[in-house]
T-cell receptor, first 110, second 114 residues
Framework: EDQVTQSPEALRLQEGESSSLNCSYT??????LFWYRQDPGKGPEFLFT???AGEEKEKERLKATLTKKESFLHITAPKPEDSATYLC???????????FGSGTKLNVKP | DTEVTQTPKHLVMGMTNKKSLKCEQH?????MYWYKQKAKKPPELMFV???????INESVPSRFSPECPNSSLLNLHLHALQPEDSALYLC?????????????FGDGTRLSIL
């Protein structure tokens, strides 16, 4: 059964305290893994796409990595404006096989 | 600013009303989506249009009726909704339906059913 699991559910960091969010997946034939950021009352904002194990993408303080079983979103020296819910989504082979994880709510305190 | 525009931003309606949500994108994307999102939950897929044809209907009640007048526009017609339909309704678009390209989301319509 296809499954996408994110952990932790919530994460509180001090400004400057680096950490990682996890997205574990079990799907048949990964077509793509996507990271989104969602602020309260807004739609998800696209961050990264990863297609194959070993791939890495970076944007400012964020770096996404991918293995055959999971993806990490590393946040280096976070700032309060990085506070948001981070969603992972996976596209598997086959029609209508797009799955969101339940998200990680990140709170960065000054 | 998002490249997918949704109107209205907020909507309050009674259970007997008829209203429509609108979504517009000008990125040349050929796949468009409707999602429903409840508080503290991820988005749930409702409908997918590919090249203006309905491709996926995720067993959504008939009180929700989608329409894709052209490649840039997507509507969601609402009729006789229930209080449990109160949620954030998100529209998204992508280059294709094969799924290896990201979906880009609008900021949603916050719907409240009285």
């Amino acid at each position: 059964e296809d499954q996408v699991t994110q952990s932790p559910e919530a994460l509180r960091l001090q400004e400057g305290e680096s950490s990682s969010l996890n997205c574990s997946y079990t799907v048949s034939g990964l077509r793509g893994l996507f990271w989104y950021r969602q602020d309260p009352g807004k739609g998800p904002e696209f961050l990264f796409t990863l297609y194959s194990a070993g791939e890495e993408k970076e944007k400012e303080r964020l770096k996404a990595t991918l293995t055959k079983k999971e993806s990490f979103l590393h946040i280096t020296a976070p700032k309060p404006e990085d506070s948001a819910t981070y969603l992972c989504a996976v596209q598997a082979s086959g029609f209508n096989k797009f799955y969101f994880g339940s998200g990680t709510k990140l709170n960065v305190k000054p | 600013d998002t490249e997918v525009t949704q109107t209205p931003k907020h909507l309050v309606m009674g259970m007997t009303n008829k209203k429509s949500l609108k979504c517009e994108q000008h990125m040349g994307h050929r796949a468009m989506y409707w999602y429903k999102q409840k508080a503290k939950k991820p988005p749930e897929l409702m409908f997918v249009y590919s090249y203006e044809k309905l491709s996926i209907n995720e067993s959504v009640p008939s009180r929700f009726s989608p329409e894709c007048p052209n490649s840039s526009l997507l509507n969601l017609h609402l009729h006789a909704l229930q209080p449990e339909d109160s949620a954030l309704y998100l529209c998204a678009s992508s280059q294709g339906i094969q799924g290896d390209q990201p979906q880009h989301f609008g900021d949603g319509t916050r719907l409240s059913i009285l």
